[in-house]
């Protein structure tokens, strides 16, 4: 309703009211005038006033008789106007309520229009994209000079920012339309957290910034919520403050205060960072559309100032509030709540690896400290006991003394070279005993050499690791290990050792997917991401090959697109849905570069398992891809684990160059090659190629006794740990204690 109509409307409400009075008024005041006027000609006329003079004067005067009539002449056109103004009134109002009713729907249907646009558009773009970040990535690992990385970082930080802002477009959309809906479906808290983190290591690792995170360690596992939309508000507050941080380290910490209230959990999350912090006036606009804090010299603004916009309607649709403490120059600490679903708790261990090796009594003997202890340290964090030994009496003690005391080893992982007692002859000393002869053995060594494996596997050893064993393949390897407890002997040496390359291969064997994309560039960025991740998979371009393909074969998992040129994604989900047996329950990832709140829930219903917008980041691909498919990922304890391990190996490095550079000052060539070993040994577990080449040569060089050239490899040594301490965010560490061996 417009102004002119408002005003019309309200002079005829006041004029009818107006009408109805002045009737009444009119009436009144000539039934007044009939009775004075009557009384008057009575008076008149006869001199007196009575009853019979009254009557007379009626009977006699015309006058009196339309005076008599005024007063219902008044009512009725009184009552006349009344009814014309009110059935004026109500047309227009009906009039109104019938262009509003219109103008509502119009609105409905521009809004549905509008969101209908943005989702289709935001496919429209994403395909593309998807293509420009994936093939850059490619690049990226090709060979090229720096010139051609610059330029291709140029491509992938553009391709990223205009992802982000369709992303914000489309949110934006859906919030304005009221179409903003959130799930409510189990997942993993850990897991949800981890990965959105695990998204940006990348970014904070090229500004030198330590990113690190901390979950209450007894909260809840499996909780029921929206992972993806927690996953997003957690990525855009990160992501922020990896943007306004130009040193230091930002921590994401997350916590349940308190037990379930009506079966839902209040969950807090606080990302805390070092950067240039906001002004109070610039915090109290900070959640508006278009705003953008920090804007100065040093940090243009970047972006479309939706992105904590966007995120506090998030956190509100979750029935919580977000807020920021900041200081100018003492950083910023961001903070949200949100409620989440109880679920009923689930049994520890995810997988059936996890059920195999939990609890596992380990032996671990090497004569390198830090070797020994950070597998230990590693094995413990899987569940599993672990005790060390230095030399190849000490573990023959500790394995003989386990059985006495009732509490006898599962397995052992040992060196070659042990002092006293090489491995490979502990190993066959305690096969020959009856009492440790269950125990399961296997080398892991620095110092290998050819014709081992076969040697070994004639002794009665299950498992052979020439490289030692990477942090993210121990689960696995001890699962595969104590797997071969089950064969007969001579069905276990046919089989051979459990080594690094077993492991590849049967894992690509049961890790197998099925590929449904009809896009060649999207295949090839699929195909790349899935190879990373140590599967391998078939590939199917329409929906009938993939129904096909199903029929004919057993996959872990399906990535299904979205559109394909015979069906859609729903059409499709539901005819594989429809297959007997394990095809039917195969777990279903699609794959879109958009999808509207219709179709997510009707894929849902249809049993979706997870989704992947594209462009897909790698790491989120693998987490996404570890729920249904056992990767070779690290264990639960993620990020924390791998800080354990960068911890001990700087306490490490430092104190062994710290040794060879004093055996320099001796004139100690033996000290020096004797830590340049251990240096080589060490930095593999942090994959340091750079430090471990270094301490070859090193190793070399000490053991030629040519002292001239040692001196710059040492500095060298030096360099190359700071600047590894400084890419993870590592503090020095003044009380660094290694003994000399």
């Known amino acids: 309703m417009d102004a002119d109509q408002k005003m019309r409307l309200g002079a005829l409400v006041m004029m009818r009211s107006r009408a109805s009075k002045y009737a009444l008024y009119g009436t009144l005041i000539a039934v007044a005038s009939v009775i004075i006027g ?72 521009s809004s549905q229009a509008k969101s209908d646009f943005f989702a289709r558009m935001s496919h429209e773009l994403r395909a593309p994209l998807n293509g420009i970040v994936g093939m850059s990535e490619l690049l990226v690992d090709g060979q090229l000079d720096e010139e051609q990385r610059r330029q291709i970082g140029i491509i992938q930080s553009s391709a990223q920012n205009l992802l982000s802002l369709i992303n914000d477009i489309l949110d934006l959309s859906k919030i304005e339309a009221g179409k903003l809906l959130l799930e409510h479906i189990e997942f993993n808290l850990q897991e949800c957290i981890e990965s959105a983190v695990a998204v940006l290591a990348h970014s904070a690792q090229r500004k030198n910034l330590k990113l690190s995170v901390r979950i209450q360690p007894d909260a809840p596992r499996r909780l029921r919520g929206d992972p993806g939309r927690l996953r997003q508000i957690i990525i855009n507050l990160v992501s922020n403050a990896i943007k306004f941080t130009d ?49 100065n010299a040093v940090h243009k603004p970047e972006g479309t100032g939706l992105g904590l916009a966007i995120t506090r309607e998030l956190v509100e649709a979750m029935g919580g509030e977000i807020g920021v403490v900041s200081e100018p120059g003492k950083g910023s600490r961001f903070w ?118 076969a040697r070994l596997n004639q002794m009665g050893f299950a498992g052979y690791f020439g490289n030692g064993i990477l942090p993210a393949d121990l689960r696995e390897a001890v699962a595969a290990l104590m797997d071969t407890r089950a064969l007969a002997e001579e069905e276990r040496r046919r089989h051979g050792l459990v080594t690094r390359y077993s492991l590849n291969e049967s894992r690509r064997q049961a890790r197998r997917l099925l590929l449904v994309d009809d896009s060649a560039v999207d295949r090839e960025v699929s195909l790349r991401a899935i190879n990373e991740s140590g599967c391998s998979a078939d590939v199917a371009a329409s929906g009938a090959e993939a129904l096909a393909a199903l029929e004919r074969n057993t996959y872990n998992a399906v990535l299904l697109d979205m559109h394909l040129p015979d069906s859609d994604g ?37 049993g979706a398992n997870d989704f992947l917008i594209k462009p897909v980041e790698r790491e989120l691909f693998r987490h996404t891809l570890a729920k249904y498919v056992p990767l070779s990922v690290p264990s639960e304890s993620g990020i924390a684990e ?16 710290g040794v060879a550079k004093a055996a320099f000052e001796a004139g100690d060539t033996h000290g020096i090659a004797a830590q340049a070993h251990t240096l080589k040994s060490i930095t593999a577990h942090v994959q340091a190629d750079d430090m471990r080449a270094a301490a070859a040569r090193l190793e070399v060089l000490a053991k030629a006794g040519q002292l001239k050239q040692i001196k710059p490899l040492l500095a060298e040594l030096e360099r190359q740990l700071a600047a590894l301490r400084s890419k993870h965010g590592a503090a020095e560490d003044p009380t660094v204690r290694v003994s000399r061996h």
């Open 38 to 109: 009557t009384l008057l000609v009575a008076y008149v006329s006869a001199g007196f006033v009575n009853v019979d003079s009254i009557a007379s004067a009626q009977r006699g005067n015309i006058a009196l008789w339309v005076l008599d009539c005024m007063p219902f002449v008044f009512a009725a056109w009184g009552q006349y106007a009344s009814l014309r103004m009110t059935r004026e009134a109500n047309q227009l109002i009906r009039d109104n309520t019938r262009n509003l009713r219109t103008a509502l729907k119009e609105e409905q249907v």
């Open 642 to 657: 791998q800080e354990r391990l960068l911890a001990l190996f700087f306490r490490e490095a430092t104190g062994r160059i």
């Open 336 to 453: 949200f709540n949100a409620h989440l679903g109880e679920v009923e708790p689930v049994a520890a261990g995810t997988g059936t690896a996890a059920l195999r090796i939990e609890g596992l009594r380990v032996l671990v003997a090497d004569a390198n400290d830090s070797t020994r202890l950070i597998l230990a340290d590693q094995l413990r964090a899987l569940g599993m006991e672990a005790e060390e030994a230095r030399d190849g009496i000490e573990a023959l003690q500790k394995a003989l003394l386990s059985v006495q005391y009732q509490r006898p080893f599962d397995l052992l992982l040992t060196d070659i070279f042990l002092p006293h007692m090489t491995g490979d002859t502990l190993g066959q000393d305690l096969r020959q005993r009856r009492e440790t002869a269950h125990m399961v053995l296997a080398v892991v060594t620095r110092s290998g050499a050819r014709g081992d494996a």
């Open 570 to 606: 729903p059409g499709l989900l539901g005819r594989v849905r429809a297959l007997r047996g394990e095809a039917g329950r195969v777990p279903v990832i699609m794959l879109t570069a958009g999808l509207a709140d219709a179709e997510r829930r009707l894929c849902r219903e249809l």
């Open 247 to 295: 040193k230091g380290e930002i921590t994401v910490t997350a916590q349940i205060p308190g037990p379930p209230a009506k079966h839902r959990y209040t969950l807090r999350v606080e990302v805390t960072d070092s950067g240039i912090g906001i002004t109070s006036g610039e915090q109290a606009a900070l959640f508006q559309p278009y705003h953008q804090a920090g804007a």
